[in-house]
C-alpha cells in the first residue's frame, strides 16, 4: 500500500537527522509537527522516538494492520513489519516496478 504524501499512523520512514540517521522506524502515532516512531530494537513501543516530520523521510509503505488491530502492537511485531516492508520495498526495486 502506498501513501498518499502526508505521514500517517503504520508507515515506514526513514530518520534523516539525529542521532538514528538512517534507520526505518514505523510511525505510531502523528501528532503535528511531531511523529512517535519505534523500530522495537532501541526505540520499543512503551518509549517511542519523538521527532519533527521534517526529519523523516517516507519509504511509501504502509503496515495496515497497525490502524486495524491495536492489540498486535508489540516489540517483536514492529520489528517483523519493518523487517518484511523492507524486503518488499528491495523487491519492488529489483524487478523494476
Known sequence: MKSSGRLCRGELVQVLA?????????????QKPYVFL?????RKVNH???KKE???I????IC???DTEPERVNNTSVRRAIRDLLRKQET??????
Not at 38 to 42: A, H, I, P, T, V
Not at 92 to 97: I, L, V
Open 58 to 61: 517516507s519509504t511509501g509503505l
Open 64 to 66: 495496515g494492520w497497525i
Open 18 to 30: 539525529g542521532h538514528d540517521k538512517r534507520e526505518y522506524f514505523l510511525v505510531l502515532s502523528v
Open 48 to 50: 517511542l522516538k519523538k
Open 54 to 56: 521534517k526529519h523523516v
Open 92 to 97: 519492488e526495486f529489483a524487478s523494476g516496478r
Open 38 to 42: 519505534c523500530d522495537g530494537k532501541r
